[in-house]
């Protein structure tokens, strides 16, 4: 269950009919099982009420504070990103040395990677990194060292002097006479 009951019941006691609730409590950004779990719902109900009003939002309303006319105000519940905060990050990293580390898996299965390591790789928030998993062993690159092994792999099969781009083009020209042609 989400770790702070009076907050949700905060937020689910102005209003009355049950879909309001839950309308707001997803505003409030709270996950839908939690909501579910909360308000002793099924989840399906949950969820239909949601997916129902994202079907009912015009098209222009993309975000998700504008509801349609007659659903939830949401106004003052939206609450904006969490800061960062390296203390949480302790409880699921157990640092043994600089380049050695434990990392606990987190309740909703993700894993934290130190500070250090983001830097390393590059990585900034929305940022991607390259992951593999073979034999057991997860293997983490930057975005950059992942385009430049990609970069190797090719041209260990493409002689330096081909043109890959100028042969698409050709192909692509011989490909649309033929098909001037008649085939």
Same mark, same amino acid.
């Given at each position: 269950?989400?770790?702070?009951?009076?907050?949700?019941?905060?937020?689910?006691?102005?209003?009355?009919?049950?879909?309001?609730?839950?309308?707001?409590?997803?505003?409030?950004?709270?996950?839908?099982?939690?909501?579910?779990?909360?308000?002793?719902?099924?989840?399906?109900?949950?969820?239909?009420?949601?997916?129902?009003?994202?079907?009912?939002?015009?098209?222009?309303?993309?975000?998700?504070?504008?509801?349609?006319?007659?659903?939830?105000?949401?106004? *003052?519940?939206?609450?904006? +990103?969490?800061?960062?905060?390296?203390?949480? %990050? @302790?409880?699921?990293? $157990?640092?043994?040395? &600089? /380049?050695?580390?434990?990392?606990?898996?987190?309740?909703? *299965?993700?894993?934290?990677? +130190?500070?250090?390591?983001?830097?390393?790789? %590059? @990585?900034?928030?929305? $940022?991607?990194?390259? &992951? /593999?998993?073979?034999?057991?062993?997860?293997?983490?690159?930057?975005?950059?060292?992942?385009?430049?092994?990609?970069?190797?792999?090719?041209?260990?099969?493409?002689?330096?002097?081909?043109?890959?781009?100028?042969?698409?083009?050709?192909?692509?020209?011989?490909?649309?006479?033929?098909?001037?042609?008649?085939?």
């Amino acid at each position: 269950m989400a770790k702070d009951p009076e907050r949700l019941a905060a937020i689910a006691g102005r209003h009355t009919t049950v879909a309001d609730k839950i309308r707001a409590l997803a505003g409030a950004g709270v996950a839908r099982a939690d909501i579910a779990r909360f308000l002793g719902k099924r989840y399906q109900h949950v969820r239909n009420v949601l997916e129902d009003d994202a079907q009912s939002r015009p098209e222009s309303a993309g975000d998700q504070s504008s509801y349609v006319l007659g659903k939830a105000d949401l106004s *003052g519940l939206r609450e904006g +990103p969490r800061p960062f905060e390296r203390d949480d %990050d @302790a409880a699921f990293i $157990d640092r043994r040395s &600089a /380049t050695a580390f434990w990392l606990r898996v987190r309740p909703d *299965g993700s894993l934290i990677l +130190p500070i250090d390591v983001a830097e390393a790789l %590059d @990585a900034k928030p929305d $940022d991607k990194v390259f &992951a /593999t998993f073979k034999n057991g062993t997860l293997t983490i690159i930057s975005a950059d060292k992942a385009m430049e092994e990609a970069s190797e792999i090719v041209c260990r099969y493409i002689p330096p002097e081909v043109d890959l781009a100028a042969s698409l083009i050709a192909d692509r020209r011989a490909e649309a006479a033929r098909e001037e042609d008649g085939g």
